[in-house]
């Protein structure tokens, strides 16, 4: 079982180093960081509900077969995952709190909020 989590404050951390290498008159450009999170599609093993929003972020995810997702609520307001397939997952997460899920097998799983209209996502797994 894969259980990685890419931090969203590490990723500020480097780009704010970037920024202060920049900044001190050198010619050191510090490499952009691969966000796991943000955006249509990404990879890693986070999926944040980043506050203000009624939405997933990434919204598709992709993954290889055993990896645990974790979702991440950073809003203030509860949201579901919730699998379109009945029966396979339908947690609900309270503000600061999170849910995961190990996707053992390959396919594609699509998920909404319960809560929100039109929030919805997808985990790709090869």
Not at 66 to 95: E, R
Not at 103 to 124: D, E, I, K, Q, S
Request: aromatic content about 8%.
């Amino acid at each position: 079982m894969t259980r990685v989590r890419f931090s969203l404050v590490a990723s500020a951390l480097i780009s704010i180093s970037g920024l202060a290498a920049a900044g001190c008159g050198s010619n050191y450009s510090s490499p952009s960081p691969t966000p796991t999170t943000g955006g249509t599609t990404g990879t890693g093993t986070t999926i944040t509900v980043p506050a203000g929003t009624n939405s997933y972020s990434p919204t598709t995810l992709n993954v290889d077969a055993g990896t645990t997702v974790v979702w991440q609520n950073k809003d203030s307001t509860a949201h579901t995952t919730t699998s379109d397939t009945a029966g396979l997952w339908n947690a609900t997460i309270a503000p600061g709190q999170e849910f995961s899920r190990t996707f053992a097998a390959a396919g594609t799983f699509p998920y909404r909020c319960t809560l929100h209209a039109g929030m919805t996502g997808t985990v790709v797994v090869k």
